[in-house]
C-alpha cells in the first residue's frame, strides 16, 4: 500500500510541475523582462522521473491435457434367454439358458487420427460355472479380448490406412466373412489389414493367422508330440465400387491356406456382389423404396488330395412402401454346390468360410450355405421408427441327394441317413425389436422349424421350436 501510495505521489508531483512549467512560459511570453535579483535564484528541483510500471504478470499457460482424458469409453452389456425344443430335429435336445455378452472399450485418438482400441469381452451362461462365484481352483475361461489394434493413417506416408491386431472382419453381407456377433462369443481375427478409401473406391487388403502351428507356447495345441492340427492362414482383398449412391460393386477373393501332413489345404475364392446398399450399416438409402444385393463365388485348390469345383450364389430383395406406416416385403434365395460323387476325385461342396449367417436363412439356425437350395419371404411393418414387427418364412433342401446336411456351424450330418430325399424343412419366424431408450434395445423372436422328407426318413423325432428374448444396453 505505502510504495503504491508514494508511486501515484510522484506522478502527481510529475504532472503538476510540468503544467506548471508550460503555465509559466506561457506569462514570461506576456511580462517584460524583469531586472536581475542580486540574490542567487533559488536551485531548480529536480524532477523525478515517475518508476516504471511493473509488467503485467505473463499470462499463464492452460495446463496440458493428460492423455487418459483424451481416451473414450464405451460398453455394452446383452442378456439373452435362449429355449430350444428339439434342437437338431432330436427329442432328446432340450436346453434352457440364459446366455450373457459384456463388453469393454477404451480407444485412444491421437493428433494425426490415429488409433489405439482395445475391447474386453466377457462371455458366458449364468451358472455354467460350477460354481457360479468362481476361484483359482474352479475358475474357467469366459473373458478375453475381443479387439485390441493399432489403426495408423498414412502408413509409411501412403494414402493407406493399416489396421494391426484382434480385430473383427466384415465384408459385404457377412456370406463368407463376418463377426458372428449374434453369437454369445463371437469371431476375432488375428493380422493386419490395409484400406485405402478414395469414396468412390475402398479397397480392404488383409491377412490373419487362424490358428498357428510353429509357436513356442506350451497351450498350443499343436506344440510337442500332439500335431493333429497345422498351422492356417486366412488372406484377402475385398473391393468396393460406388458407381452410383444406389449401385455398388464388390470383387473379393479370399485365400484359407493349410499345410497338412502328406497333402496340403488350399481354398480360393472369388466372386462378386452388386448392390445398392450403399449407407453405412449396409442399409440402403432411404429415399429408395427397392433394394437388393445379388452375390455368387466360385471355389478352387486341393482338399485332402482332392481338387476343389464349388460355387455359391445368394440374393435378397426387397420393396417399401408407406401405408399410413412403414412396411417391406422381401424375399431371398441361396444356392451352394454339394458333392455329387465323393470317389470321383474332386470336392464339389461349398464352403462359406466364415459368415454370420443368422438373420438370412431363417432365424432357427439349422442350416449353413453348403450343399443347400433355399429360398424365403419376409415382410416387417414400423409401428413406430423403435417398434417393428417381421415375419419370415424360410424353406431349405440339399442341393444333391449323396451330400450331406450341413448344420450352421457346418458340422455334417450324415447323408446316408436322409436317403435319396432332399427337403429339410421349413420355417416360420416372427421377431419384435423395441427401442425404448437409445441406450437400450430389446429383441424377442421365435421360431418353429417342420420337419421335411429328410428329416422323417431319418427318423427325426421332433419339430424344433427356438424362442428368446434379449436385452442390450450400450453407453
Not at 469366459?142 to 472382419?169: H, M, S
Not at 460393386?249 to 488350399?266: C, E, K, P, V, W
Not at 431319418?458 to 419339430?463: C, I, L, R
Amino acid at each position: 500500500m505505502l510504495r503504491a501510495f508514494v508511486k501515484e505521489l510522484i506522478v502527481l508531483s510529475a504532472v503538476c510541475l510540468l503544467v506548471t512549467g508550460e503555465a509559466g512560459a506561457q506569462l514570461r511570453k506576456k511580462k517584460p523582462a524583469q531586472p536581475k535579483l542580486l540574490t542567487p535564484p533559488p536551485q531548480t528541483a529536480t524532477v523525478v522521473a515517475p518508476a516504471a510500471s511493473a509488467a503485467p504478470p505473463a499470462a499463464e499457460k492452460p495446463p496440458e491435457a493428460k492423455w487418459y482424458e483424451s481416451v473414450k469409453i464405451t460398453g455394452m452389456v446383452r442378456l439373452r434367454p435362449e429355449i430350444k425344443e428339439n434342437f437338431n430335429f432330436d427329442a432328446d435336445q432340450r436346453y434352457n439358458f440364459v446366455g450373457q455378452k459384456v463388453w469393454l472399450s477404451a480407444e485412444k485418438e491421437f493428433s494425426d487420427k490415429s488409433k489405439l482400441v482395445i475391447t474386453l469381452q466377457d462371455a458366458r451362461v449364468w451358472g455354467g460355472q460350477s460354481p457360479t462365484i468362481t476361484d483359482t481352483s474352479t475358475e474357467q475361461q469366459a473373458t478375453d479380448i475381443r479387439e485390441a489394434y493399432v489403426q495408423l493413417k498414412n502408413f509409411l506416408w501412403t494414402p493407406f490406412e493399416l489396421k494391426l491386431g484382434r480385430q473383427k472382419l466384415e465384408f459385404g453381407e457377412q456370406m463368407l466373412i463376418g463377426s458372428l456377433d449374434w453369437a454369445n462369443v463371437g469371431r476375432s481375427f488375428d493380422g493386419f489389414k490395409l484400406t485405402l478409401d478414395s469414396g468412390i473406391n475402398n479397397l480392404q487388403v488383409f491377412s490373419t493367422v487362424i490358428q498357428e502351428s510353429n509357436s513356442n507356447d506350451l497351450n498350443n495345441p499343436v506344440s510337442g508330440t500332439n500335431k493333429h492340427t497345422q498351422g492356417m492362414y486366412l488372406s484377402g482383398f475385398y473391393n468396393q465400387l460406388k458407381l452410383h449412391r444406389g449401385f455398388m460393386i464388390d470383387l473379393f477373393g479370399f485365400a484359407r491356406n493349410q499345410d497338412m501332413d502328406g497333402h496340403s489345404n488350399q481354398l480360393y475364392t472369388g466372386g462378386m456382389r452388386l448392390s445398392n446398399r450403399t449407407e453405412a450399416g449396409n442399409k440402403s438409402p432411404g429415399d429408395m423404396w427397392f433394394d437388393y444385393s445379388l452375390e455368387g463365388a466360385y471355389q478352387g485348390g486341393q482338399r485332402q488330395g482332392k481338387e476343389i469345383q464349388a460355387y455359391g450364389a445368394v440374393g435378397f430383395i426387397g420393396v417399401k412402401f408407406n401405408l399410413g406406416v412403414k412396411m417391406r416385403i422381401g424375399g431371398q434365395g441361396a444356392y451352394a454346390s454339394g458333392d455329387t460323387d465323393a470317389n470321383d476325385g474332386k470336392y464339389e461342396t461349398f464352403d462359406p468360410l466364415y459368415p454370420t449367417p443368422h438373420y438370412q436363412f431363417g432365424f432357427a439356425d439349422m442350416t449353413s450355405w453348403r450343399n443347400l437350395t433355399g429360398g424365403g419371404a419376409d415382410y416387417t411393418i414400423w409401428f413406430t421408427p423403435d417398434l417393428s414387427l417381421k415375419l419370415d418364412y424360410w424353406y431349405a433342401m440339399r442341393t444333391t441327394g449323396s451330400d450331406s446336411w450341413y448344420a450352421i456351424g457346418g458340422s455334417a450330418n450324415a447323408s446316408t441317413a436322409l436317403g435319396g430325399e432332399r427337403e429339410l424343412y421349413q420355417e416360420a419366424d416372427v421377431m419384435v425389436n423395441y427401442k425404448p431408450r437409445d441406450y437400450l434395445m430389446f429383441q424377442a423372436g421365435y421360431a418353429y422349424a417342420m420337419r421335411g422328407k429328410a428329416m422323417n426318413l431319418a427318423n427325426k423325432s421332433g419339430d424344433y421350436q427356438f424362442g428368446y428374448l434379449m436385452s442390450t444396453f450400450v453407453f
